[in-house]
Nanobody, 124 residues
Framework: QVQLVESGGGLVQAGGSLRLSCAASGRSFSGYSLGWFRQAPGKEREFVAAISWSGTMIFCAPSVKSRFTISRDNDANTVSLQMNSLKPEDTAVYYC?????????????????WGQGTQVTVSS
C-alpha cells in the first residue's frame, strides 16, 4: 500500500513558523517528484511548492516563494516544507503529493499519490 502521511501542522500566530513533513511508504519513491498543495475552506486546492527527485528542480508559488522552502531527504523518504513569516491567508489544509518523473509541477492532476493533509491555522 502506497501511503503519504503529513505531520507538523498546528496553530501559529502571524509571523511565526511551522515545518511540515511528509513521510512516504509502501514502495520505492526513487525518481519521484514531490509537491505540496493547500486547500482553504471554500477554495480549490492550490499549488504551493514542488521538488524533483534529484532536488535540482524546485518551484514555489509566487505567494510563498520568499517565505517557504521545500526540501527532501531521499534516504528517509520524506519531503518537508519550512514555512516562515506565516500570514492568516496561509491558513489551509496542506497536502503532500507524489508522482514519477517530472510533472507539470503546479498541476494537481499530474500527481498520482496524495496524503490526507494536515491543518495549518495562522491567527492574526
Amino acid at each position: 500500500q502506497v501511503q503519504l502521511v503529513e505531520s507538523g501542522g498546528g496553530l501559529v500566530q502571524a509571523g511565526g513558523s511551522l515545518r511540515l513533513s511528509c513521510a512516504a511508504s509502501g514502495r520505492s519513491f526513487s525518481g519521484y517528484s514531490l509537491g505540496w498543495f493547500r486547500q482553504a475552506p471554500g477554495k480549490e486546492r492550490e499549488f504551493v511548492a514542488a521538488i524533483s527527485w534529484s532536488g535540482t528542480m524546485i518551484f514555489c508559488a509566487p505567494s510563498v516563494k520568499s517565505r517557504f522552502t521545500i526540501s527532501r531527504d531521499n534516504d528517509a523518504n520524506t519531503v518537508s516544507l519550512q514555512m516562515n513569516s506565516l500570514k492568516p491567508e496561509d491558513t489551509a489544509v496542506y497536502y503532500c503529493a507524489a508522482r514519477s518523473g517530472i510533472p507539470a509541477f503546479s498541476e494537481r492532476t499530474d500527481y498520482d499519490y496524495w496524503g490526507q493533509g494536515t491543518q495549518v491555522t495562522v491567527s492574526s
